[in-house]
């Protein structure tokens, strides 16, 4: 009786994974999976290294196809199905691109070189030089021995960025890639640690006021605050709740409210909003969003 019992409610799954057009820097995955889930998270990674890289499904689709690989190298990927911000049981397969078709073509292009960073507790500003021109650059951060790899995307025509909102007296690893159409260079490397917290009888900066959300649509919505004091910029932090990249936003001084697009429909997110102070940012004012 008690396993007719555990028969009534079968938890949903993901039950299998297909590969087709594996190409040297992407390829196409399609599953098929009991209905009824929100969303599925795809993980990938180089087999056995290197960071883990998240991209989120709808849940009414059953296909992906993931582009910046790099030829000749083996990928771990994992898909999951996500119901109310609960991720099941992966499924999971080993692929491997292949090698670069023509060895007469030229050298892919190469990133030049990395200035010393410009480090506090809460930031780092990156300038690097390239050797060539590329259509944008890609920066991807994460703690030290965290397996959570936050991505920017910077236009081609700039060579420096500010990344805000760190922790401090926290070890970093920042990698910066040239993104030329599909492909990818090898990336620059550099390791950071962040400052020490300033002195506590340092000014700490001033509290947010109140956060409210608008303009909700199945891909976007509107956050609006409040602040009674001047900052020197404003950091939205949003994911989806419990798995997936933290991304970011950063918004000027003088304007209190941000639009968040390119979202998951029926998908639960965490949002963060922080004041930017002198280096500091302020408590969160923080909300969840579907």
Excluded: C
Aim: glycine share 8%; no cysteine.
């Amino acid at each position: 009786k008690a396993s007719t019992e555990k028969d009534k409610v079968k938890p949903k799954r993901v039950v299998s994974v297909s590969v087709s057009k594996v190409t040297a820097v992407s390829l196409r995955l399609a599953w098929t999976a009991d209905p009824g889930f929100d969303a599925f998270l795809v993980r990938y990674k180089e087999h056995g290294k290197g960071a883990t890289r998240n991209v989120t499904v709808p849940g009414d689709r059953r296909a992906v196809t993931i582009a910046n690989l790099r030829p000749g190298t083996k990928y771990t990927v994992y898909i999951h199905g996500m119901t109310n911000g609960q991720r099941t049981k992966p499924i999971s397969r080993v692929i491997a691109t292949p090698a670069a078709e023509d060895k007469a073509a030229p050298s892919p292009a190469r990133m030049g070189s990395l200035s010393d960073p410009t480090v506090t507790a809460n930031s780092v500003r990156l300038s690097w030089t390239p050797l060539t021109t590329f259509d944008s650059y890609l920066i991807q951060y994460k703690v030290q021995g965290s397996e959570e790899t936050r991505d920017v995307t910077v236009p081609g025509g700039k060579r420096v960025y500010l990344i805000a909102g760190l922790l401090p007296s926290t070890k970093y690893t920042i990698y910066i890639y040239g993104i030329s159409g599909t492909k990818r260079t090898q990336p620059l490397t550099t390791h950071i640690t962040t400052a020490g917290s300033e002195s506590k009888v340092a000014k700490k900066p001033g509290e947010l006021g109140a956060l409210s959300v608008s303009h909700l649509t199945p891909q976007s919505f509107k956050l609006s605050w409040t602040t009674a004091r001047v900052f020197d910029s404003f950091l939205v932090e949003y994911s989806a709740a419990g798995v997936g990249p933290v991304r970011n936003l950063t918004v000027p001084a003088g304007r209190s409210f941000s639009f968040v697009r390119g979202l998951s429909p029926a998908t639960v997110y965490t949002v963060h909003v922080y004041g930017l102070a002198g280096g500091q940012r302020s408590k969160p004012l923080t909300t969840q969003v579907t």
